[in-house]
């Protein structure tokens, strides 16, 4: 594919400033400068309208485990669409839907058989958490609706996810949300209270205590469930320590409460398995999943249920009340099993395996820059943290992360090539998510660029 010659290119960004609503974004400013516009993508690269060649260090949104331009998973949604582009999952099903659930079966964790679709992330989320209520409702438990999640932590934009997110800042704009929600601590351990803050083991115990101190305070009978991401994404790639789930399962057990693990991001490969609750060795009632299940080739999300969970609506009158038109889109579907087969053909969650310690390693490399705090995550998924002070951990306020994140470095890391995240939702961070598969060249060539651009970055300060 061509870049689009230079009066073509000048048209599409004049149409875009005049009529593109970009998603989380200050359009402000864009009001007197051109937006990126990326217009194909080859491998682990993408590439502008102007040509310009970027390692996509965050798998577009956490999404491209398999990479650009796989022509086998593009071919495989064209032959779907022309034979049979669309038929809704209400009341009907059709073919790709029924492989794709029970490959899903297959592959998930313990008895979670049964597949519920949505086409997004937030979706999923809000299908979980009604879900939930409506199976304590139907088995005689309605005063459960609360859900347990923790700060700092996103689950999705639409108003029931939103309320199980824990970044206010973006909830204000919206409330009053839908009642329930309800905060714990997160397992940021380079932010622990002082009293842990030495010990891991003993951080670990305390945060997955304190979600039994919350059941306690808000009354079990109210609570119905807890929704945790293997891998706490916002804030900077938080992972659990040793025990952590363990304790967790063993708290939903003793109140009767589901365990949701939310793995929107960490499920199909980001952290080396197919499921992040693989990886930690936990079982939940639910699982909530998008983006990797097709590697962002066509939408689609969903949840996996438990046998337990399906149980009292696979008999007499009961019906779980809740539906999505384009879920388990038959395009959809077809694309999600071509992209499994990539995994499966290419190996990649072993790839992960044999190349994330490479990936830490590489990345921790730039913990001998006086602006780095901490690099954690797991998988192909980290976080750099930066601070003001590395000996006294102290981060930057409000106006010095305005000028740091938004006014410098998001546009100098895409300028010198690099697609990855900037986020202050918690304290001041940098995340990469690259597609998996990526190996040592492409680790280098982001630590060498974030070397370049936080060097710079912190003559600035």
């Not at 997955?208 to 706490?232: N, T």
């Not at 000028?403 to 697609?419: D, I, K, M, N, T």
């Not at 939702?425 to 492409?442: K, N, S």
Request: hydrophobic fraction near 40%; glycine fraction near 10%; include cysteine.
């Amino acid at each position: 594919m061509s870049n689009p010659d230079g009066s073509r290119a000048d048209s599409l960004h004049q149409a875009a400033r005049r009529n593109l609503w970009l998603h989380f974004t200050r359009m402000s400013s864009y009001a007197d400068a051109d937006m990126p516009v990326i217009v194909r993508g080859s491998g682990q690269y993408v590439f502008d309208d102007r040509g310009k060649r970027y390692l996509d260090g965050l798998s577009g949104l956490f999404v491209t485990q398999i990479g650009h331009g796989r022509t086998e998973v593009a071919e495989a949604g064209a032959r779907q669409a022309s034979e049979l582009a669309y038929f809704p999952l209400w009341s009907y099903a059709h073919p790709r839907a029924i492989e794709l659930a029970e490959r899903l079966a297959g592959l998930s964790p313990g008895d979670l058989n049964r597949v519920f679709f949505t086409t997004s992330g937030s979706e999923a989320v809000e299908s979980a958490w009604k879900l939930a209520k409506q199976y304590f409702r139907t088995i005689g438990q309605p005063g459960r609706y609360k859900v347990l999640s923790r700060e700092i932590a996103y689950h999705g934009t639409s108003m029931g996810a939103l309320a199980i997110t824990g970044l206010p800042s973006i909830k204000e704009p919206f409330e009053p949300l839908p009642p329930g929600g309800v905060r714990v601590p997160n397992t940021n351990f380079y932010r622990a209270p002082e009293f842990v803050a030495g010990d891991l083991d003993a951080f670990g115990r305390w945060a997955a205590d304190e979600i039994e101190r919350a059941i306690v305070r808000e009354g079990p009978e109210s609570v119905a469930a807890v929704f945790l991401e293997p891998v706490q994404n916002s804030g900077g790639c938080f992972p659990p320590p040793p025990g952590y789930f363990d304790r967790v399962r063993e708290i939903c057990d003793r109140y009767g409460v589901l365990l949701v693990s939310d793995e929107v991001i960490c499920a199909f490969g980001r952290l080396g398995h197919y499921f992040g609750s693989e990886r930690y060795r936990y079982q939940p009632d639910i699982i909530t999943f998008a983006k990797g299940i097709t590697s962002g080739y066509s939408p689609l999300g969903g949840m996996l249920v438990s046998d337990r969970l399906m149980e009292p609506f696979a008999g007499g009158p009961a019906t779980f009340l809740h539906g999505v038109t384009f879920a388990g889109h038959p395009v959809s579907a077809a694309v999600a099993l071509a992209n499994l087969d990539v995994f499966e053909k290419e190996d990649l969650l072993g790839n992960v395996r044999a190349n994330e310690a490479a990936f830490s390693a590489t990345l921790s490399k730039l913990s001998d820059l006086p602006i780095v705090g901490d690099v954690r995550g797991a998988g192909y998924f980290y976080g750099i943290e930066l601070v003001k002070d590395k000996a006294s951990r102290e981060t930057f306020n409000d106006e010095e992360s305005e000028r740091l994140l938004r006014g410098y470095l998001s546009p100098a890391l895409f300028e010198a090539g690099l697609v990855c995240r900037t986020d202050d939702r918690g304290d001041p961070v940098i995340q990469l998510a690259p597609p998996l598969t990526c190996t040592q060249q492409h680790f280098d060539e982001m630590e060498q660029i974030l070397r370049g651009v936080l060097t710079s970055a912190w003559s600035r300060i």
